[in-house]
């Protein structure tokens, strides 16, 4: 069982921006893909973006393409989210994901761990 925990959410004013950071326990986090979900209240969950194994390929919602970047250092253990331009439809918990495999997925079944959450939220 990996343990993942998600830090680096807060209050910021739209436009603005924060770096979410998810790091996960266990040796073979460099075996794995990750990724980032979020929900926001009274909606489900849905996902935001997946970065493979190695780091090499990367996946986005369409509504976070080109404000949003992820990363990761398997060095350290742990996944990024940068988040720039930020919008208030972006409050939302965000929690990342331990994908199954080693490919970038969109689906939440594919994830098998998943973190405690971190509160965004983004005022007008």
């Known amino acids: 069982q990996v343990q993942l925990v998600e830090s680096g959410g807060g209050l910021v004013q739209a436009g603005g921006s924060l770096r979410l950071s998810c790091a996960a326990s266990?040796?073979?986090?460099?075996?794995?893909?990750m990724g980032w979900f979020r929900q926001a209240p009274g909606k489900e969950r849905e996902f935001v973006a997946s970065i493979s194994r190695s780091g090499s390929s990367t996946y986005y919602a369409d509504s976070v393409k080109g404000r949003f970047t992820i990363s990761r250092n398997n060095a350290k253990n742990t996944v990024y989210l940068q988040m720039n331009s930020l919008k208030p439809e972006d409050t939302a918990i965000y929690y990342c994901?331990?994908?199954?495999?080693?490919?970038?997925?969109?689906?939440?079944?594919?994830?098998?761990?998943w973190g405690q959450g971190t509160q965004v939220t983004v005022s007008s």
């Open positions: 994901a331990k994908g199954e495999d080693s490919i970038v997925a969109t689906t939440l079944s594919y994830y098998d761990n």
């Open positions: 266990g040796r073979t986090f460099s075996t794995y893909a």
